[in-house]
């Protein structure tokens, strides 16, 4: 603060002088410092979030839909040349497989993938000159039968999710075809047979 004097016998004020540069600069530095954000401190009791495992593409031969090199409904008869006849016989009391008036077929070259396996039996069964069913069989050792078909069951696949009926069978589909797999006695006493029927889904099980 200074005084001011206005001539003799006047009165005097005190008038405010500015502040001084260095507490202008102080002022804006604290102000700078209180906008910095504090760094969290880390505990190191606390475990840091695991990164995440890359993703698993599954083996494609675990999906159905691979099965299905022809469409339903083909006619046989485009198809006669790389076709072999086989005789198909089955319970009657099975109602997952229904042959009547049907004429199945396996193909002369090497038959699809499944389960990561060459198939040991492969169908395509014709009602009246039409595709209407596909059947294949895979044959397994029996301590590691059950593993392979609930790893089916349990990822088959992206369209939606297989509906489980028991340990040694499951069946599920999408919009055009659905499937019945099952798990059977094999001829050799340490085989399993993994079945699996394949219809349109329209088709009656």
Known sequence: MALENHGLGGTRRRVAKPACAFC????????????VPTATPVNPMVPSAPAAAPAVTPDPSFDWHG??????GSDRQTLQSSLHEVLFFH???D??????AE??????????RFIGRPTDHYFLC????RLNRIQAVVTLPSETAPELFA?????????????SSGARKCEGGDGAAAFSARLEPAAEERETEFSIVVRPAAAPN
């Not at 099965?67 to 339903?72: G, Q």
């Not at 109602?95 to 009547?100: G, L, W, Y």
Request: charged share 20%.
């Open 95 to 100: 109602a997952d497989v229904k042959s009547e």
């Open 91 to 93: 319970d009657d009391a």
């Open 103 to 112: 004429d199945c077929y396996t193909f002369a070259s090497a038959p699809p």
């Open 67 to 72: 099965l299905l090199v022809v469409p339903f």
């Open 151 to 163: 790893q089916f069951c349990d990822a088959w696949p992206r369209d939606g999710r297989a509906r």
């Open 24 to 35: 202008a600069a102080m002022s804006i530095a604290l102000g700078a410092c209180s906008a």
């Open 126 to 129: 014709f009602h009246n000159d």
